[in-house]
């Protein structure tokens, strides 16, 4: 799957692939989605911000990115 894409950077931050299985564990602490602007309106994407401790921790980072691709893979089979 050449077209996967399971994290973005924008201004400097990272930001993971999220769904239905793990968009909450984001939500609960408080990670913004990455929106951007299209005229007048604001579009939020499925990725939201990583969580800032994570950068500075390999494993938890991978274990972060592990669960993105995993979004990242479902959302692809659902396109199929």
Known sequence: MDDLMFGLVADDVLYLKT???TKSKYDELGLEPFCYSRGE???ALS???APEETLEQPQQLCEWANEAYGAAL????KKK
Do not use: F, N, W
């Open 19 to 21: 769904d239905t299985q």
């Open 74 to 77: 479902r959302s692809a089979k």
């Open 41 to 43: 309106k604001v579009i």
């Open 47 to 49: 990725y939201s911000q």
